[in-house]
């Protein structure tokens, strides 16, 4: 997918359908399903790794997965994580980011808001699209007090909404929203003209990322309340990708069951 499509899914009308993937094969079948978006998440160190956060995931780990994941992938856009502790100032985010598109990605992304303003400029100015990511960020989840809904209240909603305007103002192509009040998701996808892509964060977005082994019911660890288990019902990966596909697509997922 050329970048500009993106943007052409806001403007239609049309939801963006976006899961993670960590190697080939799975990028691949997924690609050959017609998901929009691959994501390279840093939620591999939850479901590769079995670590308990994402913070131990490294570079070198996103990179690898990257690149296995770019030879899957013929028609989707790929978006890699910049891992913990690896965009702490301006030059080291556009070493790194640089190193991620490298290894096969078409864009990176970034958890945070306005206090990586140097970071989003300094990657714009050198051309490289970035996805950013506001409302829960497991990265700052010592900071957070746990995996909790971000935005309930006015000024932290306030705060997300500036964030997002900022992001879109300093060139930020997308922007993941992570568990925030569907209200509030919703408010900001009308607020901004890059699309979002939401995860727990309603059906107002203008897009939906799952964790693949979530949604593949593969995952045996916690799961928050916005996860479906798409294999259910159905009898293979395929039908479960299509199905997601055609949920989000349709609207009917996510519904106020998988919604805050
Ligand atoms: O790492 C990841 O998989 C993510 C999604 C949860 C959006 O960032």
């Not at 913070?55 to 690149?67: A, F, G, P």
């Not at 964790?211 to 019911?217: A, K, R």
Request: charged letters at 20%; aromatic letters at 8%.
């Amino acid at each position: 997918m050329i970048l500009s499509q993106l943007q052409s899914f806001k403007e239609n009308s049309e939801k963006i359908t976006c899961l993670t993937a960590y190697d080939a094969s799975f990028a691949k079948l997924f690609d050959e399903c017609g998901v929009d978006v691959i994501l390279v998440g840093d939620s591999l160190g939850n479901v590769i790794q079995g670590s308990k956060n994402t913070l131990s995931v490294t570079m070198q780990d996103m990179i690898y997965h990257t690149q296995a994941a770019a030879k899957g992938v013929q028609n989707a856009l790929l978006i890699a994580d910049m891992p913990y502790q690896s965009y702490t100032n301006a030059e080291q985010t556009l070493k790194n980011a640089e190193c991620l598109m490298s290894a096969g990605a078409h864009m990176i992304k970034f958890e945070g808001g306005s206090e990586y303003e140097a970071s989003f400029k300094l990657l714009q100015a050198n051309n490289i699209p970035v996805c950013g990511h506001l409302g829960l960020q497991p990265q700052s989840i010592v900071e957070m007090g746990g995996y909790k809904v971000q935005g309930k209240d006015e000024q932290s909603a306030q705060r997300i909404l500036k964030d997002a305007k900022m992001l879109e103002s300093w060139g930020v192509k997308t922007i993941v929203l992570e568990c925030v009040p569907a209200k509030l998701a919703s408010k900001i996808s009308k607020a901004i003209s890059i699309p979002t892509i939401g995860i727990g964060a309603g059906v107002g977005c203008d897009g939906q990322v799952l964790v693949s082994y979530d949604m593949l019911g593969i995952n045996t660890g916690y799961l928050p309340k916005f996860v479906k288990n798409f294999l259910t019902g159905n009898d293979s990966i395929e039908s479960a990708v299509n199905d997601y596909i055609n949920s989000v697509k349709s609207q009917n997922f996510p519904n106020d069951e998988y919604s805050y």
